[in-house]
């Protein structure tokens, strides 16, 4: 016969009762745990660094399915059969592309209202360099709402 | 002269120093409730370092530091529900070790006979625990393990009472069976 609080629990879903758990092998062999310590929680400064570069990523993705978007209409337009599809976003493949390539972008620093230069080619990124990034810019930061909408839930 | 109505003030975010103070505090038991439900450290840990990230998405919800904890709580469940969904996909895929594969007996005691029969009836109990569905899972552990109420368990989980309830009576029933003791249950 089992012990008391481990046969209700294992008939009636009843809790275990901690103090008599630590007394018992048989209730401590069900319950035991490993133990660690917590991973650090992150500066403010780290915390905001780390949406900053979900936000770029997201918005390479987003422009890069546009441009697939774009490029498989223009040739339904033109009468060209539609080109095979390098990759599907699910693909790790393309998100790591993707990721590569949000790091030819530009993040000011981590001041509010800073500008997020996304979605550079490293050319076009030099190009730029002289006009300051005017045309090219979007100021992320500014929005809270699209920030919220970005980092929404069905994050990559 | 009519008396000019006053909006009452709203409650104001907590300052972002208040927050990761409390964030902070509440980090040992978070990490100890998802050690618990997941049964893995490393796991644990990225549970933790997803949990801090929605937390600082969402920290504009927070009116009042005592809340953080748990607040803090019910997104390292619903993150630990996550990461034991994938865990199942991935052992339905062939991939990935189970994490309960080395459990071994504690120290029977004095009544090595008695003691190591419960013992093993146990290991078996969570043997059984770790092929539950993800959810059935979920509700067991926080009920049975770390003695949440039913409500309590619902609100973290976005579920109703009485879906916890079934779930929790066929979490028992799996159990039950997986620890395979007619004769003592």
Request: negative net charge.
């Given at each position: 016969m089992a012990c008391d609080s481990l046969a209700r629990a294992l008939a009636t879903g009843e809790p275990i009762d901690r103090a008599h758990a630590a007394a018992c092998p048989s209730c401590r062999a069900l319950l035991d745990a490993p133990v660690a310590t917590p991973p650090p929680v992150p500066s403010a400064r780290a915390f905001r660094a780390h949406a900053r570069r979900r936000v770029v990523r997201h918005a390479a993705v987003v422009a890069a399915l546009n441009l697939l978007a774009v490029g498989a209409v223009a040739a339904w337009l033109s009468g060209d059969p539609a080109p095979e599809p390098?990759?599907?976003?699910?693909e790790p493949d393309l998100i790591e592309v993707l990721a590569d390539a949000a790091l030819a972008v530009e993040v000011?620093?981590?001041?509010?209202?800073t500008e997020v230069l996304a979605l550079l080619d490293p050319a076009d990124l030099a190009d730029l360099a002289d006009e300051e990034g005017d045309a090219a810019a979007y100021d992320l930061s500014a929005s809270d709402d699209l920030l919220d909408a970005l980092l929404g839930e069905g994050s990559l | 002269m009519n008396p000019v109505a006053i909006p009452a003030a709203e409650p104001r975010a907590l300052e972002e120093a208040a927050f990761l103070a409390a964030l902070e505090a509440s980090a040992p038991a978070a990490m100890a409730l998802a050690c618990r439900l997941l049964r893995d450290p490393e796991d644990a840990r990225e549970v933790l370092q997803e949990a801090w990230l929605r937390a600082w998405r969402h920290r504009?919800?927070?009116?009042?530091?005592?809340a953080v904890r748990g607040w803090l709580r019910a997104i390292v469940v619903r993150e630990c529900w996550r990461a034991l969904r994938w865990r199942g996909l991935r052992r339905w895929l062939g991939f990935g070790g189970d994490p309960e594969a080395g459990l071994e007996l504690p120290?029977?005691?004095?009544?090595p006979e008695r003691a190591n029969a419960d013992a093993q009836l146990a290991l078996r109990a969570r043997a059984a625990v770790a092929r539950l569905p993800a959810r059935q899972r979920l509700v067991w552990t926080l009920r049975v393990?770390?003695?949440?109420?039913l409500p309590e368990i619902a609100a973290a989980t976005d579920l109703s009472v009485e879906t916890v309830k079934t779930h929790l009576a066929r979490a028992t029933a799996a159990v039950r069976a997986g620890a395979g003791d007619p004769h003592g249950l």
């Open positions: 390098v990759a599907t976003v699910a000011a620093d981590d001041a509010p209202g | 504009g919800e927070l009116r009042d530091a005592d120290d029977p005691g004095p009544s393990e770390e003695g949440w109420t």
